[in-house]
T-cell receptor, first 115, second 113 residues
Framework: AQSVTQLDSQVPVFEEAPVELRCNYS??????LFWYVQYPNQGLQLLLK??????LVESINGFEAEFNKSQTSFHLRKPSVHISDTAEYFC?????????????FGKGTKLTVNP | DAGITQSPRHKVTETGTPVTLRCHQT?????MYWYRQDPGHGLRLIHY???????DKGEVSDGYSVSRSKTEDFLLTLESATSSQTSVYFC????????????FGPGTRLTVL
């Protein structure tokens, strides 16, 4: 069975500072990995995904994540955050084999960007 | 926009009453899901469906039932609501095929008094 650990429940940072939100997963098979973002009082939006190929994936708003198979990690980074990045971020994993229909989510990391 | 709507968006009800939440999609995706979101727990899968009349349990299915009589609609029913079912409920569809890339509805905030 898969599992996802988001190591920080809350991350406060100042505007224009860099940030890293950590995600580790556990799985006995190959995986697909996702980061979702939830702005206050909204649903979840897909931020970026790793399916195959390049281990570094990017979003349109400056976030990036790197798949590290040896460390079973998929950390999310941004070199300079904005106030508007304040949100909760969820890491999720799905099995790449066996036709798994389910995503397993981490418990989320609340990013607060302060002026 | 993945064409997912949920109704109602907010509901307050009393312990012991039945409650049905509706999820509607416009794109005929095969897989649909119901999650609940609670502080400190992230998203937990309640039930999911892989076709009309085909459903299966998730990790927190006790106290919930689902039905899918049409491809576009997936209903979640709380037969007798309890205060522990106060939560935000999200519906999702799998638009990514084998990649299981899911897209979410706007959510329903349910309060059970």
């Amino acid at each position: 069975a898969q599992s996802v650990t988001q190591l920080d429940s809350q991350v406060p940072v100042f505007e224009e500072a860099p940030v890293e939100l950590r995600c580790n997963y556990s799985s006995s098979v190959s995986v697909y990995l996702f980061w979702y973002v939830q702005y206050p009082n909204q649903g979840l939006q897909l931020l970026l995904k790793y399916l195959s190929g390049s281990t570094l994936v990017e979003s349109i708003n400056g976030f990036e994540a790197e798949f590290n198979k040896s460390q079973t990690s998929f950390h999310l980074r941004k070199p300079s955050v904005h106030i508007s990045d304040t949100a909760e971020y969820f890491c999720a994993v799905s099995e790449a084999q066996g036709g798994s229909e389910k995503l397993v989510f981490g418990k989320g990391t609340k990013l607060t960007v302060n002026p | 926009d993945a064409g997912i709507t949920q109704s109602p968006r907010h509901k307050v009800t009393e312990t012991g009453t039945p409650v049905t939440l509706r999820c509607h999609q416009t794109e005929n995706h095969r897989y649909m899901y119901w999650y609940r979101q609670d502080p400190g727990h992230g998203l937990r899968l309640i039930h999911y469906s892989y076709g009309v009349k085909d459903t299966d349990k998730g990790e927190v299915s006790d106290g919930y039932s689902v039905s899918r009589s049409k491809t576009e609609d997936f209903l979640l029913t709380l037969e007798s609501a309890t205060s522990s079912q106060t939560s935000v409920y999200f519906c999702a569809i799998n638009a990514g095929g084998a990649y299981n890339e899911q897209f979410f509805g706007p959510g329903t905030r349910l309060t059970v008094l």
